[in-house]
T-cell receptor, first 112, second 115 residues
Framework: DAKTTQPPSMDCAEGRAANLPCNHS???????VYWYRQIHSQGPQYIIH???NNETNEMASLIITEDRKSSTLILPHATLRDTAVYYC?????????????FGPGTRLSVLP | DAMVIQNPRYQVTQFGKPVTLSCSQT?????MYWYQQKSSQAPKLLFH???????NEADTPDNFQSRRPNTSFCFLDIRSPGLGDAAMYLC??????????????FGDGTRLSIL
């Protein structure tokens, strides 16, 4: 079962910041949060990941709450090409290996 | 560019006829994964190889098998495809030890249709 919950869809105006929330209230201490996005007919594309500190790269920023029960992906200046399904993922380690447990995803529509 | 390559992008097979999907990588990653993604759903992990060690998810049907002859290649075999197996199949790789936090790199998938 997915360990994350996300809103099914969001809209954002082109040029504005897109803030995508994710809840992961059952996350364990050693489990990272990853964000990927998927454009139709392509494989998921890695965006960013973090454990407990806020992270920033050339694509986005990741804000993780102090209790680690939720996080927000921020696209600072959304463009039409950012229209995609965004997945918040918790990496779960088992004795026999590891699993990326995909959440349901948020369909982000960037509007002109 | 280093990448994960899946061939073919589209595959059509007949009900019950075995089919093999392939994945290759130039990243030299030691972990390779296969996911199934049905329409409008999130990808679901089927199994993964950690080096040569095969790890099957508990709810992956026996109809799905995998082979990894070397570091670069991994195959997904569906022994007797049913209509419910029509989906996008995604291959991914990552570099890591047991507790690595390295992200996965995905191919663009093979879309499988069953006639």
């Amino acid at each position: 079962d997915a360990k994350t919950t996300q809103p099914p869809s969001m809209d954002c105006a082109e040029g504005r910041a897109a803030n995508l929330p994710c809840n992961h209230s059952t996350i364990s201490g050693n489990e990272y949060v990853y964000w990927y996005r998927q454009i139709h007919s392509q494989g998921p594309q890695y965006i960013i990941h973090g454990l407990k500190n806020n992270e920033t790269n050339e694509m986005a920023s990741l804000i993780i709450t102090e209790d680690r029960k939720s996080s927000t992906l921020i696209l600072p200046h959304a463009t039409l090409r950012d229209t995609a399904v965004y997945y918040c993922i918790v990496r779960v380690f088992y004795n026999y290996g590891q699993n990326f447990v995909f959440g349901p995803g948020t369909r982000l529509s960037v509007l002109p | 560019d280093a990448m994960v390559i899946q061939n073919p992008r589209y595959q059509v097979t007949q009900f019950g006829k075995p089919v093999t999907l392939s994945c290759s990588q130039t990243l030299n990653h030691n972990v390779m994964y296969w996911y199934q993604q049905k329409s409008s759903q999130a990808p679901k992990l089927l199994f993964h190889y950690y080096d040569k060690d095969f790890n099957n998810e508990a709810d992956t049907p026996d109809n799905f098998q995998s082979r990894r002859p070397n570091t670069s290649f991994c195959f997904l075999d569906i022994r007797s495809p049913g209509l419910g197996d029509a989906a996008m199949y995604l291959c991914a790789t990552s570099r890591g030890t047991e507790n690595s936090n390295q992200p996965q790199h995905f191919g663009d998938g093979t879309r499988l249709s069953i006639l």
